[in-house]
């Protein structure tokens, strides 16, 4: 799979004996965790019995693709070689070791439109994980959260419409983290869960997915599926910290951990806050939008050396990084959206943060 499938970005250097596919190192480790499916050896390395290489040949990564992922739903979330362990994992077990692309049925837990169970959240205040109840539910158009075993009413009801979901190990700490994001009021809500069975994350990720791409069938109708699979999830752009002031640019610099999803730039105290402590709108240059390296000359206040100047209609935004690499991504990743045309979906957002206090 490693060569078709995406995943990989090296050459090849293992072979998958009992699978007749290659692999590049990365996927080779995971193989060599499921060992009663794959039997590695070394291209290189390695002596070859004749049976062995007679086999590879009649196989290879085309013919076991097309064995392996007869039915991948268009919605199930194929990873690349950056993505993290957990989600390239999952994908070499689903293909291999249950078959699950092989068997329709098999497909049930993030298929069927509805999913109930308990992950572990972080607690909005206290940073607490305690088990919640989550049901996820095709034809109410919602992901919901309940605080108490027997509870009647959801701690909070989530739009199937606004939601998103990205894996983000490093950021809650834990292989299976996971961030969920969802609009309340115009506003971005974080949620952070993890649940101890890999398998499980990853199910309910699809699942998220498959809500989404049912959803996006209903409101685009004409759309193809390769138009609907990019706005099922996405991952953030660019996180990480930089210094920002307010808007008359005399309040100070301060610390905060800023989120790029999109066309919204949010910035928060901590990275595992429920809520944005502001969020920016970023258009594009055709609207007025620049993103411009430095700060203005009269700038005073800040401790990190490298600026960014981001100028929309209403205002200038000043921020510092720390590093001039880091300047360099923010303002790379500041100018890809900036580049990019807006949607006319995007103009309605860009309305309701004019109107944000």
Known sequence: HSITSGLSFSEPDWVSCTLGVFLCQGCSLIHRSIPHISRLKSIQQDSWETEEVQFITSVG????????????PPFYYRPTHSDCRVL????VRAKYERQEFMYIEKQEPYSAGYREGFLWKRGRDNGQFLSRRFILSEREGALK???KQDAREPKAVMRIETLNATFQPAKIGNPCGLQITYLKDNSTRNIFVYHEDSKEMVDWFNAIRAARFHYHQVAFPGASDTDLIPKLTRS???EGYMEKTGPKHTEGFKKRWF??????????????????????F???KENSYKVLPGLPPSTQGYHWQHGITIVTPDRKFLFACETEAEQKDWIAAFQRVVNRPMHPQE???????KHKP
């Open 61 to 72: 990564n085309a013919v076991a693709n097309a064995k392996y992922e007869q039915s991948v």
């Open 88 to 91: 390239r994992e999952q994908w």
């Open 145 to 147: 959260y309940f605080n």
């Open 236 to 238: 953030f752009m660019k």
């Open 259 to 280: 989120t790029m999803d999109d066309r919204r730039l949010m910035y928060f105290k901590d990275p595992l806050d429920a809520y944005a402590r502001g969020e920016v």
């Open 282 to 284: 970023i258009g594009s």
């Open 347 to 353: 103009y309605a957002v860009e309305a309701h943060f």
